[in-house]
């Protein structure tokens, strides 16, 4: 915070704070984001009166102009930058204000105070990111977020490099199996954050009695034997689904990369059409993800998420297929087909006693092991496990 505080002395603190804690502590990406958000001038260094570029009232209701209860009113003459926020009220009528917002704001961050399920629902179909912030004592506001470019990976383009392949066959994966449990590693390794209870308690109504106006919350859950050691929320509509958060355990080598490369094979095997990453991070460049403007995204989106929900035609792609606990190596080897469902995938992995990512291991299939090496094997296994009994076991168990 300090470190932040001597960069942009000119911004309110509260800002430093808040966007701190939404990237994680991370200093350097938040002093990024923020000189980002001052580029676009959407960072309020104390003048209330400058409601966008020109100074003309904006085609929305802000912060500072709306009935507000009077603990928020509070939060919003204190801090400039909460009061330049467009509010979002769950009266209003977002078929009409989100494309407005989208096509006149300039900015990402937008304020709301509903945390209905429906009103959330409605705000994810648009393509917007629904965070949450306490501003008080069991105060939280909603911070709907529409990120001026967005971090979009195409399935032509996913990177699986050699050391996942191989790394990957220790670990099992499945979807929607330890919801509660993945939600609980996200907040262990990231602190809440924007992760606040009001919206961990939306995001779980919506896994558990979802899809809700075709939105879904979904799991990927990592497994090294019974023991969970990463996995990753999102959300699923129509043919986009979108990452919000996840968490690794590094006494797993590679956990992360493993759970990030399968889920993305997972993806392109149920048909969705893309996996919208958020915000550009260098790990999700690595993965093969290219960073596009607002408008862009806004189109693929459109392109698979009608703007408007039908119960005559409910939207959904059936992931139960996946809920099943699955060698993670069935959808990272290097001849498996998106076409193919996993239960065929299963088979030819189970057919073979080992996988032919790794030649040099499959050829011991055919040439028999001599005794030295098994014995030199049986060793390394035994080192593996006691150095394993040995690390404290700190992650969520299902």
């Known amino acids: 915070m300090k470190q932040l505080a001597v960069i942009f002395p000119q911004v309110d603190p509260e800002v430093l704070d808040t966007v701190l804690k939404m990237v994680g502590g991370q200093v350097e990406t938040a002093a990024q984001f923020i000189f980002d958000l001052m580029q676009q001038n959407t960072v309020s260094t104390g003048d209330d009166n400058a409601d966008d570029e020109t100074g003309e009232k904006p085609p929305y209701l802000i912060m500072r102009n709306a009935q507000l209860p009077p603990e928020i009113q509070r939060v919003v003459r204190q801090s400039s930058w909460f009061a330049q926020l467009p509010f979002i009220s769950n009266t209003d009528d977002l078929e009409v204000l989100l494309p407005e917002l989208q096509r ?14 429906e009103f959330v629902a409605k705000l994810i179909r648009h393509g917007y990111l629904t ?6 004592r069991d105060q939280y506001v909603l911070l709907p977020k529409m990120h001026t470019s967005r971090c979009l990976l195409q399935w032509k383009d996913v990177k699986v490099e050699r050391n996942v392949q191989k790394r990957c066959k ?5 979807m929607d199996t330890c919801f509660e449990q993945v939600l609980q590693g996200c907040v262990k390794q990231h602190g809440e954050a924007w992760l606040y209870k009001p919206l961990r308690e939306v995001f779980t109504y919506l896994h558990h009695h ?88 806004l189109q693929e989106l459109h392109a698979v998420v009608p703007r408007e929900y039908s119960t005559e035609n409910p939207e959904g792609i059936d992931l ?15 001849d498996s087909s998106p076409a193919d ?22 050829k011991s299939t055919v040439e028999p092991l001599s005794k030295n090496q098994q014995k030199k094997i049986a060793k390394a296994q035994k080192r593996k496990e006691r150095k394993l009994a040995k690390q404290p076991s700190s992650e969520p168990q299902c």
């Open 104 to 117: 006149s704001y300039r900015g990402e961050f937008h304020c709301a105070l509903s945390f209905d399920p």
């Open 170 to 174: 220790q670990y099992s994966i499945s």
């Open 320 to 334: 139960s297929p996946y809920k099943v606990k699955t060698p993670a190596a069935v959808y990272l080897r290097p």
């Open 210 to 297: 979802g899809p809700l106006l075709g939105v879904g919350l979904h799991s990927f859950e990592l497994w090294d034997g019974d023991v969970l050691v990463a996995g990753e929320l999102g959300t699923a509509v129509g043919g986009c689904y979108t990452a919000l958060s996840g968490f690794m355990t590094k006494a797993y080598p590679s956990s992360g990369t493993v759970q990030l490369c399968a889920s993305a094979k997972i993806l392109e095997c149920a048909g969705f059409a893309f996996w919208d990453l958020g915000m550009e991070i260098p790990y999700k460049l690595q993965l093969g993800a290219k960073s596009v403007e607002k408008e862009h995204f």
């Open 341 to 362: 469902p996993p239960g065929e995938l299963m088979q030819e992995c189970e057919s073979a006693s080992l996988t032919d990512m790794d030649q040099s291991v499959a």
């Open 131 to 136: 965070m949450a912030e306490h501003v008080g």
